[in-house]
């Protein structure tokens, strides 16, 4: 008797045994498959500077989840937030090189290959968000995606980046004489250098991945960006008033390297502009226009005093930068500023 329980115990190691090793095999196999199919997959790097919780970066993963499901795996979208590949100049010059498929840059950073972009940063060009987009989506954006086009990079849409207000830690600015004397972070842009001189400030071009440590280290007083932006930076730890100026409407290009883009399989690049149409341009602008006020109010929930700008102080301001439009006419030449002309 005891022989025979020993014979059955026996066998159910050996069965057990031979079932484990048979779902390892099987788990092994599925492990393959998964690696292969990965190593298929064509992958495309999409760099930005805004952090995971912007509307930007939350339209760049949707942007990949709808490429990844709708191409069936084919296409794999790495969504790297926060400036972790670099800057905006950095972004744009990986995909020209095509070091990376595509990157979010400001409009302001595409003046390096065309200077006909910085005519979107001029100061007070823009009356409402409806009026830029339809300026975008029009003349405009044809007219500047084809510069894009000449060194080797496609604009699959444009996103909307916010209104631009000033944020500083040495008083409230509700007229052109409060900032003088105030050192001022711009972009590494020379429209937002000449603005900020105009406007009495020491303006001092600073990278968007060191402005927080800036801030903080009191290496300069103020910066201005989108209330949004400013929010999901955490800018409002380091500074102390908001004043809402709306000197600028800030735009951004959804970017792929032209080469990589113009190998893809006809279906594929259905797929991208498809995807990015729907998140990176419609959803974006929508999400980011709708919710400006919110967070002009979250800033002021968490402590940073809201400065308004009175109707007659909004004129002083842009009566103080009006000479750019002379100077930037004779260097942009007339067909964009004639172009914008129209929906101003």
């Known amino acids: 008797?005891?022989?025979?329980?020993?014979?059955?115990?026996?066998?159910?190691?050996?069965?057990?045994?031979?079932?484990?090793?048979?779902?390892?095999?099987?788990?092994?196999?599925?492990?393959?498959?998964?690696?292969?199919?990965?190593?298929?997959?064509?992958?495309?790097?999409?760099?930005?500077?805004?952090?995971?919780?912007?509307?930007?970066?939350?339209?760049?993963?949707?942007?990949?989840?709808?490429?990844?499901?709708?191409?069936?795996?084919?296409?794999?979208?790495?969504?790297?937030?926060?400036?972790?590949?670099?800057?905006d100049v950095q972004l744009t010059e990986a995909v020209a090189l095509g070091t990376i498929q595509m990157a979010l840059p400001s409009t302001s950073t595409l003046v390096m290959y065309s200077p006909m972009f910085g005519a979107l940063d001029m100061p007070f060009m823009f009356s409402s968000t409806e009026k830029a987009f339809n300026a975008l989506e029009g003349e405009v954006g044809q007219l500047l995606n084809g510069e894009l086009e000449k060194v080797g990079i496609k604009n699959t849409g444009y996103s909307f980046n916010g209104i631009r207000n000033i944020t500083n830690n040495v008083r409230p600015i509700t007229q052109p004489e409060d900032l003088k004397g105030v050192k001022m972070r711009v972009m590494e842009s020379p429209i937002f250098i000449d603005m900020f001189t105009l406007l009495g400030t020491n303006p001092t071009p600073i990278s968007f991945g060191e402005l927080f440590?800036?801030?903080?280290?009191?290496?300069?007083?103020?910066?201005?960006?989108?209330?949004?932006?400013?929010?999901?930076?955490?800018?409002?730890?380091?500074?102390?008033?908001?004043?809402?100026?709306?000197?600028?409407?800030?735009?951004?290009?959804?970017?792929?390297?032209?080469?990589?883009?113009?190998?893809?399989?006809?279906?594929?690049?259905?797929?991208?502009?498809?995807?990015?149409?729907?998140?990176?341009?419609?959803?974006?602008?929508?999400?980011?226009?709708?919710n400006d006020a919110n967070y002009v109010q979250k800033l002021q929930?968490?402590?940073?005093?809201?400065?308004?700008?009175?109707?007659?102080?909004?004129?002083?301001?842009?009566?103080?930068?009006e000479p750019m439009y002379e100077k930037y006419r004779k260097e942009m030449g007339n067909e964009i500023f004639d172009l914008l002309e129209k929906y101003r």
């Open 301 to 321: 929930d968490d402590g940073m005093e809201v400065n308004e700008v009175s109707e007659e102080n909004y004129k002083k301001f842009a009566a103080a930068v």
């Open 213 to 290: 440590t800036a801030l903080q280290q009191k290496t300069v007083d103020g910066q201005e960006n989108a209330a949004s932006l400013i929010y999901d930076s955490k800018f409002q730890e380091v500074q102390k008033y908001i004043s809402l100026t709306k000197h600028v409407y800030g735009f951004c290009a959804n970017i792929i390297n032209l080469d990589f883009y113009n190998q893809l399989s006809n279906e594929h690049k259905s797929i991208i502009d498809e995807a990015a149409e729907l998140w990176l341009v419609d959803w974006q602008i929508a999400e980011e226009d709708g």
């Open 1 to 87: 008797m005891k022989k025979a329980i020993s014979i059955v115990l026996i066998l159910v190691v050996l069965l057990a045994t031979i079932t484990g090793c048979s779902n390892n095999t099987t788990n092994d196999t599925q492990s393959n498959t998964d690696t292969q199919t990965k190593k298929d997959a064509i992958i495309i790097k999409y760099g930005l500077i805004a952090p995971e919780s912007h509307s930007q970066t939350q339209a760049a993963f949707k942007f990949a989840q709808h490429v990844e499901e709708k191409s069936q795996g084919e296409l794999k979208v790495e969504v790297y937030p926060n400036a972790l590949l670099g800057g």
